[in-house]
């Protein structure tokens, strides 16, 4: 993995690791069904963009990564999941942040930290938000919140060299009960 993390002038820090498109055909989702649960297996497309930085307040500069993640049941190569959003760098406070939309009605803030050096040239970064935190929020339309409300969401990416791994779980509140909805992969750039 290079250590450089300037692109077109911007120093991207931890987020540079990510500029690329991944994929990946060796996806889990655990999703909530209304007689219990089911695993799907997936593939993906996983593309981030640098897109320079962005200035707040004049006082807090942001580095900005552009992202779009399209997801394929592998049994019949449909779309089950497709997502846009942002993830940021903030250098001064060295805090990451996702922002992340589905057209589902349901958007978030995600912020938390990187560690850069897990066992030599790997870097995690891990992200969470939760319904009601006045930092870290999710926002949802009125029908997700009475059928299908997000509780909570973590997100943890671990990139080393050209290799992408994540795990994310959503707590959601649907069919009268409380369900993880958990998803993994493994991704090559």
Excluded at 43 to 58: K, P, Q, R
């Amino acid at each position: 993995m290079s250590t450089n993390t300037i692109i077109n002038g911007t120093d991207y820090g931890p987020l540079a690791c990510l500029v690329g498109t991944w994929t990946g055909k060796k996806g889990n989702d655990l999703a909530p069904e209304p007689d219990g649960d089911e695993n799907t297996a997936y593939s993906e497309t996983l593309a981030f963009e640098a897109i320079g930085d962005v200035t707040n307040a004049e006082k807090q500069t942001l580095a900005v990564l552009r992202y779009h993640q399209i997801v394929y049941r592998l049994s019949d190569n449909c779309p089950i999941h497709n997502e846009t959003g942002y993830w940021h760098w903030d250098a001064e406070t060295d805090i990451v942040m996702q922002t992340l939309a589905i057209p589902r009605g349901v958007c978030l803030l995600a912020g938390g930290k990187v560690d850069r050096h897990i066992s030599g040239q790997e870097t995690a970064i891990e992200v969470v938000a939760s319904d009601g935190d006045p930092e870290w929020g999710i926002t949802q339309s009125p029908f997700m919140q009475q059928k299908a409300r997000t509780l909570s969401f973590y997100h943890k990416l671990s990139v080393k060299g050209d290799q992408l791994s994540y795990t994310e779980t959503t707590v959601v509140d649907i069919y009268g009960k409380r369900f993880d909805h958990i998803d993994s992969n493994v991704l090559t750039r």
